[in-house]
């Protein structure tokens, strides 16, 4: 619902940077790739950052940010890594597929991406 309501009011909004924390939280698929476009098109006006674990989100973007936590002495640890073009295909075939990436999955990937 934020999202809607973000891109209803976008034109009006004032407002340089908007922070999305799991906006796709509970959808996938054809949904997924609206909120991404949805999220896109509010990229034109406005600063998006946006945390997903779906793939059609991710590959929207611009840009994309790789956060890792890691246990270290009782506490957690987190690491952000501005992703290259090469390690973006790598990840968003992660998300797609999980632990193993394949050709396959590198390939839809790289679609996703708007890639050949």
Known sequence: ISLAISV???KA???PTLIFDEV???IGGAVAQTV???LKQLGGSHQILCVTHLAQVAAQGDHHFKV???P???KTHSDVKSL???ERIEEIARMLGGTTITDTTRRHARELLGQT
């Open 8 to 10: 209803i009011t976008s």
């Open 84 to 86: 290259s073009r090469q």
């Open 72 to 74: 270290l002495d009782g």
């Open 13 to 15: 909004s004032f407002t």
């Open 68 to 70: 890792s936590k890691q």
């Open 36 to 38: 991404g476009e949805l």
């Open 24 to 26: 796709d939280s509970g």
